[in-house]
């Protein structure tokens, strides 16, 4: 991978946020800088084939921000050879809990950008509408296992054949490298200015075996990198 490929995506991709304020321009330069499911995410393609893309617990838009940046470098004829196609979006929609993000993602695209919107909402209620692809990164052990079962059902119902559900979890069968994500998750969620609550993990089998009889094929990719910790993207696609 190239990383001065990658360091003009973040530098694209995290401008926007400076209409934000410095907190919001900084963590998306963090995020999408040193998080390496984004890089996965444009590396493999995984997102270059859904034009509609919904992203549950979307945050300020980090997610929908890159998508265009590389969507806009590839466009101008930057794109690595040894890549998957990049990604063409056509309706980004996110919906976030969290009123402090929504207020930092309209400062960051604007009221009516022409491909994204964010709205204030709960994932848990929030209509799902008929996208190509879902995705929840590190949000979906805030709900409990009730809900957690009933919304990966609504998700499994609004995706077509082939559709994709991308998600990050945390495996909680890894002992003290889970804890130590856990510890991670919650000071980012304080520094964002979120209160801390009760988390619902699972063990990675019990995901997969969940996702499975919803009619999921399910890739598992550890996404810690060199950190030790238990950080599992699970992506997911519609037999």
């Known amino acids: 991978m190239s990383q001065a490929f990658v360091q003009d995506l973040v530098d694209h991709a995290s401008q926007r946020f400076r209409a934000g304020g410095r907190f919001a321009y900084h963590y998306s330069r963090g995020k999408l800088g040193y998080d390496t499911i984004f890089h996965d995410i444009l590396r493999r393609g995984l997102l270059s084939h859904t034009p509609r893309v919904l992203d549950l617990g979307s945050g300020q838009g980090s997610l929908f921000s890159w998508l265009l940046a590389a969507q806009q470098l590839a466009a101008q004829g930057h794109w690595p050879g040894d890549w998957a196609a990049p990604p063409q979006p056509q309706a980004l929609r996110g919906v976030e809990l969290m009123g402090r993000d929504v207020n930092r ?3 960051a695209f604007g009221a009516t950008h022409p491909v994204v919107r964010i709205e204030l909402g709960d ?15 590190d949000a979906l ?26 998600t990050r979890i945390g495996d909680a069968s890894a002992g003290w490298r889970y804890q130590m994500g856990l510890n991670i998750d919650r000071a980012v969620t304080f520094a964002r200015g979120h209160r801390l609550s009760r988390l619902y993990a699972r063990p990675l089998a019990e995901w997969r075996a969940e996702l499975e009889s919803l009619g999921f094929e399910v890739d598992s990719r550890d996404m810690s990198g060199n950190k030790p910790l238990a950080n599992v993207m699970l992506h997911c696609r519609v037999r």
């Open 123 to 137: 994932m848990t209620r929030a209509e799902l509408g008929r996208p190509d692809a879902i995705t929840i990164l």
């Open 105 to 107: 993602a309209v400062r």
């Open 141 to 166: 052990h805030y709900v409990d296992y009730r809900r957690q079962s009933a919304l990966l059902a609504r998700i499994r119902d609004a995706l077509p054949h082939g559709g994709v559900f991308l």
